[in-house]
């Protein structure tokens, strides 16, 4: 099978026509030719070679008139005959979700049964202090030959320890020690608009989820691991989804520990994808948007074609009950997950700060009941200060009608379609 190269400098669809690109007086670094080269332009037309100079895409064009840019330095490459695509782009990506949760902690690949699972916890569990923390990755996969341990297990083979037990990216199971310093008891009903699952004496079985809840409750049971790791891990993620041919992401809802971790990448020369970055504001932290967002100088479109701001990624609004359901810190004593009903009015208020501090929403979406709600909310800041042409975005809404179309057409509103 041939191979296919992906374009990762400067997508070739940015190319508006072969020959007006080779009138340049630039020299290229290098040339590429005898190849398929699909510009993914109007015509959609396929060229045979193309010239770089730096990051950029100089000129795309036949073998002949490309060659003829090349200066007495410029390198040569032949594709002989494989195909070049533009890169892709994935408009919704959680790339740092992935890479912690992959490759922190216990590694779980391979694991063919649950004692093995609960045999490397155990492992793990004896080489560290009484104290620590433990948590595991999510290699392991549940199958009619591994059943979810209990509990009690997760507690026996963790020694007393907090223990997290991760499953795929929504969903985890805590021990009894880890659901006591998370301060979930059998009282708890939701945890971020969620509920938690009780067995049938009343108490908290240790299942968390979906992402919400597993991202507002896991960060504080078990510390980050240190930078430099957490950069190894985003590299490794990296370079799996460049040989996808992912080139350029949006990567939504991320914690600062998660940004330093891209800025330092970029500075170390290490990012080799574009990033677009979504700043995460939990529902917890609903009511402090005015603290946040003033304290910024800088909002989206911050930064350079490799690395920038992009929107305020996450309000977690519950499609289920078509209302969102956070825990409210103020009000509720600590580990008490309160239930605080967000009404329309304070979703109003918040588009109108983020409009205000001129950053854009992306509102993750999974109902059309919700999805009105929002739309409401956003033709209430329209009416005040247009938002055609300020890329406010809508994210998933996997049902939608055909009248929220039109509301989305009229407002200018962008659709993430994603998913679940």
Request: aromatic residues 6%; glycine residues 8%; without cysteine.
């Amino acid at each position: 099978m041939r191979k296919v190269l992906i374009a990762s400098l400067f997508l070739l669809a940015a190319v508006a026509g072969a020959s007006a690109q080779l009138k340049t007086a630039a020299i290229p670094d290098e040339i590429f030719y005898n190849g398929k080269v699909i510009t993914a332009d109007k015509e959609f037309s396929i060229q045979q070679a193309f010239a770089v100079r730096g990051e950029w895409i100089l000129a795309v064009g036949s073998d002949a008139a490309v060659q003829a840019l090349a200066g007495p330095n410029t390198r040569r490459t032949d594709l002989r005959g494989h195909a070049v695509l533009p890169g892709l782009m994935d408009n919704h990506n959680h790339q740092f979700n992935a890479a912690w949760n992959r490759y922190r902690g216990i590694d779980t690949n391979g694991v063919r049964s649950k004692q093995e699972l609960l045999g490397r916890i155990r492992q793990a569990a004896s080489q560290v202090a009484p104290q620590a923390a433990l948590i595991t990755n999510v290699g392991w996969a549940e199958t009619p030959g591994i059943a979810v341990p209990s509990r009690r297990e997760l507690d026996e083979a963790a020694g007393g320890r907090i223990l997290v037990l991760m499953r795929a990216r929504g969903t985890a199971y805590l021990n009894s020690a880890a659901l006591k310093a998370a301060g979930i008891t059998r009282e708890t009903t939701m945890v971020g608009g969620n509920l938690i699952p009780k067995d049938e004496h009343g108490e908290p079985t240790g299942q968390i989820g979906p992402p919400n809840t597993v991202n507002n409750v896991v960060p504080r049971l078990v510390p980050w691991p240190p930078q430099e790791e957490l950069i190894e891990m985003l590299a490794r993620v990296q370079d799996q989804q460049l040989a996808l041919g992912l080139t350029s992401i949006r990567e939504l809802e991320l914690p600062p520990v998660a940004m330093r971790a891209y800025q330092q990448m970029r500075r170390q020369g290490r990012l080799k994808m574009r990033v677009s970055m979504g700043l995460d504001v939990q529902a917890t932290d609903w009511d402090k948007l005015e603290d946040i967002l003033s304290s910024w100088g800088v909002g989206p479109g911050f930064g350079d074609h490799w690395l920038r701001l992009d929107s305020i990624a996450e309000f977690a609004v519950d499609s289920r009950t078509d209302i969102a359901l956070f825990r409210e810190p103020k009000r509720s004593p600590p580990g008490d997950y309160g239930v605080m009903r967000i009404t329309p009015e304070q979703i109003r208020q918040a588009m109108l700060t983020i409009d205000r501090y001129g950053w854009r929403p992306a509102i993750h979406i999974t109902g059309d009941g919700t999805l009105d709600k929002v739309l409401d909310a956003y033709e209430a800041v329209d009416a005040i200060r247009p938002i055609a042409g300020k890329r406010w975005v809508v994210e998933h809404i996997p049902f939608v009608q055909p009248d929220q179309m039109e509301r989305l057409a009229r407002l200018g509103v962008l659709v993430s379609a994603q998913i679940q």
